[in-house]
């Protein structure tokens, strides 16, 4: 009994006290690339799925790829779908055709839509999480309305190896939990810095301010916070979101 004991005791104890208190850089590194690539991928399919995005791609192929999601490509867009003229194209002061359909019933999603859902600092910036600003990617009205708005948001940071080809980014993370922690997983952003990024701690926590853009990389349209400045803070104490 005391042998058995001692086979099943001694490597839980020596992994309890050798094990880190935290995954690996090089695990969030992995599934972090992994869900920004399944996130692309989701984009990508809707993108095939746009009118306006699949009309200029069979008329030129070798077109380079551009945000569909602005609020100029989304009225350009829907008016493609209804058969009227650009918006660009429209006469100033001219009235819309009295044939026009009326928006969806719910409306159009709007900044001041956006501010009653959202909290906001006290200098305006809004309080969004990494997992929030990642999952906006790919919805036409979020993006919108969300492109180049003030951001803050805490997360923790380590270098940036996708995508980053001035050496001018850095990965903003969050562990985001569907069941329990073992099926953690971190939702990452790049954070560019548009030169060297400062010095930072690898892991460690910050709070990160800056404007909210949606950019088309190489392998997909990704939302990016193009930096202002950040902080060193503390851990929260909701260092894992559900």
Not at 3 to 24: E, G, H
Not at 90 to 107: E, K, L, M, V
Not at 153 to 171: G, S, V
Not at 218 to 241: F, S, Y
Request: charged letters at 20%; hydrophobic letters at 40%; aromatic letters at 8%.
């Amino acid at each position: 009994m005391l042998f058995n004991l001692i086979i099943l005791l001694v490597p839980l104890l020596a992994a309890a006290a050798y094990s880190k208190d935290q995954f690996s850089s090089e695990y969030l590194a992995k599934w972090g690339r992994i869900e920004r690539q399944m996130m692309q991928m989701r984009v990508a399919q809707a993108n095939q799925s746009s009118p306006a995005t699949a009309s200029a791609k069979a008329d030129d192929p070798t077109a380079p790829l551009t945000n569909p999601y602005t609020s100029d490509a989304i009225a350009a867009a829907e008016a493609e779908a209804l058969g009227l003229p650009a918006p660009s194209a429209a006469p100033a002061g001219s009235a819309a055709p009295a044939d026009t359909p009326p928006g969806n019933a719910w409306g159009t999603f709007t900044i001041e839509d956006l501010k009653k859902l959202v909290p906001q600092s006290t200098s305006g910036d809004f309080l969004l999480d990494v997992p929030q600003i990642f999952y906006t990617a790919g919805d036409r009205e979020l993006m919108a309305v969300m492109e180049g708005i003030p951001v803050e948001t805490t997360a923790q940071l380590m270098p940036e190896t996708h995508d980053n080809p001035n050496q001018t980014r850095l990965k903003a993370f969050r562990l985001f939990i569907e069941c329990c922690a073992a099926d953690a997983r971190p939702i990452s952003i790049p954070v560019d810095f548009e030169k060297a990024p400062p010095d930072y701690q690898e892991m460690g926590w910050y709070r990160l301010y800056g404007t909210l853009h949606f950019v088309e990389e190489e392998n997909g349209l990704v939302p990016l916070m193009k930096m202002n400045r950040i902080e060193p803070t503390t851990e929260p104490t909701d260092g894992l979101l559900f």
